[in-house]
C-alpha cells in the first residue's frame, strides 16, 4: 500500500511540474501568439468565411432573397459554363497566358538572383537590387500607362521616332500577335526583382564553406553554381513551383483588364475578365460564382497533383 501510494504521489508531483512547464511555456508564448492574431484574424475573414459564398454557385441568387431564400438550381450553372459558346476560348487563352508566365516569368527571378550573387561589388548588387524591387510598388495602371505613352500608334514616344526615322510604326497594342508577350514582359518587369526576394534568403543560408572548398579544389565559378548554388535553390524552387501551379487557372484581372481593347479580344479573353463582365456589369452573381469554384477546385487538384509528383522523385513538397 505504502509503495502504491508513493507511486501514486510521484506521478501527481510530475503531472504537476509538467503543467507548470506548460503554462510558463504558454505564457512566454503570449506575445507569439498575438503577434499571429492579426494574420489569423485576416484569414478567418477575408479568407474563410467569405467561402460560405459559394453557395450561390447551385442556386438563382436573387441579392433579395438571400443565401436561404434563393432558388436551388442544383448544378444548372456549371452545364451553363460548359456549354457556353466562348468556353474553349476562355480556356485557351487561360492556359497560354498562364503556361507562358509559368515559364517564361517563373525563371526570371531565379536568373536574376543568380546573376546578383556572382556580383562581388556589394554596393554594385545593393543599387541594382533596389532598382529591381521599385517596379513592384507601381499599380499596373501605372505600368499599363508606361506602356500606351511609349507604343501607342499616333502619340507613342517610340512609334514618334520611329516614324521620323522612316520606319513603320509598331502596333504592339493593337496587334493581337503582340498582345502575349508584352503581357509576360510587363509582369516580368514589374514583379521579377520582388519575386527575388525569396531567392536571395534562400542563397544566404547556403554554407559559404562550401564555395571555399571548391576553389580550393579548383572549381569554376560555373561548376560552383552548378553544383552548390542550384542544388541550394532545390527545395525552394519546388515549392514555389507547386504553388504557383496551383494559381495556373489565375491570370491577373487588373492588368489584362487593363491592356484588352476589342483588336486583341480574341486572344486576351480569359474567365477573369469574363467573370468580371459577366458577374458584376451584368449582375449573373450565380453563374460567374460557379466559375470561380470551377478555377478553385481545378487549383487545387493541380497543387495536390503536383505535391504528389515532387514526393514522387523524392523532393520536398509543400505538405
Not at 541594382?128 to 502619340?155: G, M, N, R
Amino acid at each position: 500500500m505504502k509503495a502504491i501510494s508513493t507511486e501514486s504521489k510521484l506521478e501527481g508531483t510530475l503531472s504537476l511540474a509538467k503543467n507548470k512547464r506548460s503554462n510558463r511555456a504558454w505564457k512566454r508564448g503570449i506575445p507569439l501568439y498575438l503577434m499571429i492574431f492579426p494574420g489569423l484574424l485576416y484569414f478567418i475573414i477575408f479568407k474563410y468565411i467569405p467561402m460560405g459564398g459559394v453557395l450561390i454557385a447551385f442556386q438563382s441568387f436573387d441579392p433579395f432573397d438571400g443565401f436561404l431564400n434563393s432558388d436551388w438550381v442544383g448544378l444548372d450553372n456549371f452545364r451553363k459554363l460548359f456549354g457556353e459558346q466562348d468556353f474553349t476560348l476562355l480556356l485557351k487563352n487561360t492556359l497560354i497566358l498562364s503556361g507562358m508566365n509559368l515559364f517564361l516569368f517563373f525563371p526570371a527571378p531565379i536568373l536574376l538572383a543568380l546573376l546578383l550573387n556572382e556580383v562581388r561589388q556589394a554596393w554594385f548588387r545593393k543599387i541594382v537590387q533596389t532598382v529591381v524591387y521599385i517596379p513592384h510598388f507601381l499599380s499596373w495602371v501605372i505600368v499599363v500607362s508606361i506602356t500606351i505613352l511609349l507604343f501607342s500608334v499616333q502619340e507613342g514616344g517610340v512609334n514618334k521616332l520611329l516614324m521620323e526615322w522612316g520606319f513603320d510604326p509598331i502596333q504592339l497594342l493593337t496587334d493581337r500577335g503582340y498582345f502575349r508577350y508584352v503581357y509576360v514582359f510587363q509582369s516580368i518587369w514589374k514583379e521579377a526583382g520582388w519575386s527575388a526576394v525569396i531567392f536571395f534568403a534562400a542563397l544566404a543560408s547556403i554554407d559559404p564553406t562550401l564555395y571555399e572548398a571548391a576553389v580550393v579544389d579548383g572549381a569554376s565559378r560555373w561548376r560552383q553554381m552548378w553544383h552548390i548554388t542550384l542544388p541550394g535553390l532545390r527545395t525552394t524552387i519546388i515549392i514555389l513551383f507547386i504553388l504557383r501551379v496551383g494559381y495556373l487557372m489565375d491570370t491577373g484581372f487588373e492588368h489584362i483588364l487593363l491592356m484588352q481593347n476589342p483588336t486583341n479580344l480574341q486572344v486576351s479573353d480569359v474567365f477573369d475578365t469574363f467573370v468580371y463582365r459577366t458577374g458584376i456589369v451584368q449582375g449573373d452573381f450565380s453563374y460567374t460564382t460557379a466559375v470561380g469554384l470551377f478555377k478553385s477546385v481545378i487549383g487545387l487538384c493541380l497543387i495536390i497533383g503536383a505535391n504528389r509528383i515532387a514526393k514522387k522523385v523524392g523532393e520536398e513538397g509543400v505538405y
